[in-house]
């Protein structure tokens, strides 16, 4: 009977949490998951049946430019709260700076900030120290900033196809210095979950499907740079 009532909760609250934040109430977005974590038993549930799909469908709006930035940053602040209480949940705090550097941004002509966003707020709570570039990124830039804090990874995303071609430059701007294996590139956005054969064709070392995804391939990718280049 329990197991029912959470099932049946679950399709109402995952419905009025992405009400809530449309709207911009980010009190009311953080009660709806409070709520069902205390019937779930805890908010890892809470994040996987409830935020994580609520996730996904602003994710795809936001593609086809139905979510505002506004809206996009809700998203990220109600995210972002439900991944500290997960982490005080189970273990007692937040988790410092362990890993990294990371740097993320996006490709030179790039503006579709969400998606990056949310890779960084979920890396930050993976442990990840991240410095996060912005939009419209160079590919000097990201390199530059690479070889400066000693970051191994770089996260560079893109939504269109058409600047999801200027990751090329990235990859030449590694090979060019000398770099390859040393730094490993992760690609991201739209179009790489549309083609997944772009990520070769553009040089990317790895991609994830979703920001949920994306620190596992962090580390992943930060283990094969150190087999590479220690």
């Known amino acids: 009977m329990i197991i029912k009532e959470v099932a049946m909760n679950a399709q109402e ?10 709207k911009g109430e980010i009190a009311r977005a953080e009660r709806l998951l409070d709520d069902y974590a205390r019937l779930a038993g805890n908010y890892r549930l809470a994040m996987k049946e409830i935020m994580e799909p609520v996730l996904r469908a602003i994710g795809d709006n936001w593609h086809l430019e139905r979510i505002s930035l506004a809206q996009g940053y809700v998203a990220g602040k109600v995210a972002e709260g439900i991944l500290k209480k997960i982490f005080a949940e189970e273990k007692g705090h937040t988790p410092s700076s362990t890993k990294g550097p990371l740097i993320l941004g996006n490709i030179e002509d790039d503006f579709h900030a969400l998606g990056r966003k949310l890779v960084s707020i979920f890396s930050e709570a993976a442990g990840w120290k991240v410095y996060d570039l912005g939009n419209d990124v160079t590919a000097g830039a990201f390199v530059d900033k690479a070889v ?3 970051a191994r990874v770089l996260g560079v995303s893109a939504m269109m196809f058409t600047t999801a071609e ?4 990235v ?10 294996g040393r730094i490993q590139l992760a690609v991201g956005g739209a179009v790489f979950n549309l083609r997944s054969e772009l990520v070769t064709e553009v040089g990317g ?11 596992q391939l962090f580390d ?11």
């Open 13 to 22: 609250t995952r419905s009025d949490l992405y009400d809530a934040i449309i």
């Open 148 to 150: 400066e804090t000693g």
């Open 166 to 169: 200027n990751i090329k430059k």
């Open 171 to 180: 990859r030449s701007e590694i090979d060019r210095r000398k770099m390859t």
């Open 205 to 215: 070392d790895g991609t994830a499907s979703n920001c949920m995804e994306a620190p």
């Open 220 to 230: 992943e990718l930060w283990r094969k740079s150190l087999e590479v280049a220690p």
